[in-house]
Antibody
Framework: EVQLVESGGVVVQPGGSLRLSCAAS????????MHWVRQAPGKGLEWVSL????????YYADSVKGRFTISRDNSKNSLYLQMNSLRAEDTALYYC???????????????WGQGTLVTVSS | DIQMTQSPSSLSASVGDRVTITCRASQSISSYLNWYQQKPGKAPKLLIY???SLQSGVPSRFSGSGSGTDFTLTISSLQPEDFATYYC??????????FGQGTKLEIK
């Protein structure tokens, strides 16, 4: 059974930093691209970042480019999101999501975690 | 950047109704359009990918169609468990995965 479990969400002050983690199981992690998607309270979904199966390619939404860094450790079946220079508008539930196809970036998110809540507030 | 616009933003319907939700892209995205269902307090669920392919395990009452800029999600006969928010998402741009603003489907 595919499982994605996010962690690391806390309350942080504006300008602060945070690292989110996503532990994956139930599939061959290093075969799939992975994504972060966020959802502000009561709002819609926003794609945040993507990393290829081998970590060689990364992409970011304009809203987080230069502040967030996505990474993965395939030996630990883990995905990460380093978040710096946090702003109030980064407050959201952050989901990790698995891409559907092996060794291909499709943006079809076939499995999602339960999310971890990041609150940026003084 | 490609913008995705869904209509309507909200919709009231009854069990057994046929429902259609529309998604329009700001430029042609071929068939690179996906649909997700999200229930309150839950993660989104992939329903349709590549405009018309049904994700494994999704009931056949869900269907998708369209290409270019205009797409539809159709639920042929609404069931109680289908009341949720639906999002379209473009996957044409390999550097972005833009979502629509969502359509909330409520019980009439």
């Amino acid at each position: 059974e595919v499982q994605l479990v996010e962690s690391g969400g806390v309350v942080v002050q504006p300008g602060g930093s945070l690292r989110l983690s996503c532990a994956a199981s139930g599939f061959t992690f290093d075969d799939y691209a992975m994504h972060w998607v966020r959802q502000a309270p009561g709002k819609g979904l926003e794609w945040v970042s993507l990393i290829s199966w081998d970590g060689g390619s990364t992409y970011y939404a304009d809203s987080v480019k230069g502040r967030f860094t996505i990474s993965r450790d395939n030996s630990k079946n883990s995905l990460y999101l380093q978040m710096n220079s946090l702003r109030a508008e980064d407050t959201a539930l952050y989901y990790c999501a698995k891409d559907k196809r092996v060794a291909t970036i499709t943006y079809y998110f076939d499995y999602w975690g339960q999310g971890t809540l990041v609150t940026v507030s003084s | 950047d490609i913008q995705m616009t869904q209509s309507p933003s909200s919709l009231s319907a009854s069990v057994g109704d046929r429902v259609t939700i529309t998604c329009r892209a700001s430029q042609s995205i071929s068939s690179y359009l996906n649909w997700y269902q999200q229930k309150p307090g839950k993660a989104p669920k992939l329903l349709i990918y590549a405009a018309s392919s049904l994700q494994s395990g999704v009931p056949s009452r869900f269907s998708g169609s369209g290409s270019g800029t205009d797409f539809t999600l159709t639920i042929s006969s609404l069931q109680p468990e289908d009341f949720a928010t639906y999002y379209c998402q473009q996957s044409y741009s390999t550097r972005r995965g833009t979502f629509g603003q969502g359509t909330k489907l409520e019980i009439k």
